[in-house]
């Protein structure tokens, strides 16, 4: 089934330059990347997008380090995108995410793991809204 789903190319990634990497394992997974922007996150935006963190302890590190620097904001589209991204992308701590995933080869720590992917349909388009009009989708 075809499905879309959102990515975040995180600050610690795109400040090491690694947008064109983590692309290319996207779309060697058949993930197609169907609207794409560099963006600087507002703290509203991290806070309003990390919401559901609000009462955890890493929330203020976390909406923190997504204001830092540019992210990449994304919307991939592919049969079962939201499964077969969160695979690609690999385990939130680096040293339990499996070979040949983003994480593993370039995450730095739990806190700075290079890459967000939605973990429901609910929340992908939840997400996608937030970032994305309709109209910025070139599937």
């Given at each position: 089934?075809?499905?879309?789903?959102?990515?975040?190319?995180?600050?610690?990634?795109?400040?090491?330059?690694?947008?064109?990497?983590?692309?290319?394992?996207?779309?060697?997974?058949?993930?197609?990347?169907?609207?794409?922007?560099?963006?600087?996150?507002?703290?509203?935006?991290?806070?309003?997008?990390?919401?559901?963190?609000?009462?955890?302890?890493?929330?203020?590190?976390?909406?923190?380090m997504?204001?830092?620097?540019?992210?990449?904001?994304?919307?991939?589209?592919?049969?079962?995108?939201?499964?077969?991204y969160?695979?690609?992308?690999?385990?939130?701590?680096?040293?339990?995410?499996?070979?040949?995933?983003?994480?593993?080869?370039?995450?730095?720590?739990?806190?700075?793991?290079?890459?967000?992917?939605?973990?429901?349909?609910?929340?992908?388009?939840i997400?996608?809204?937030?970032?994305?009009?309709?109209?910025?989708?070139?599937?």
């Open positions: 089934m075809t499905e879309r789903t959102f990515s975040i190319i995180k600050p610690d990634a795109t400040a090491r330059n690694l947008t064109g990497q983590i692309n290319a394992m996207i779309e060697e997974a058949g993930l197609r990347i169907v609207a794409q922007r560099r963006i600087r996150m507002t703290q509203e935006e991290a806070e309003d997008f990390y919401e559901v963190h609000r009462e955890r302890p890493f929330y203020g590190e976390l909406v923190e997504m204001t830092s620097g540019p992210v990449v904001v994304q919307v991939l589209e592919g049969d079962n995108a939201i499964a077969k969160r695979e690609i992308m690999g385990a939130t701590n680096p040293a339990q995410a499996a070979e040949g995933t983003i994480r593993k080869r370039f995450a730095k720590s739990v806190g700075e793991n290079s890459v967000h992917g939605s973990d429901s349909p609910d929340n992908a388009k997400e996608i809204a937030q970032f994305f009009d309709e109209a910025d989708i070139v599937g």
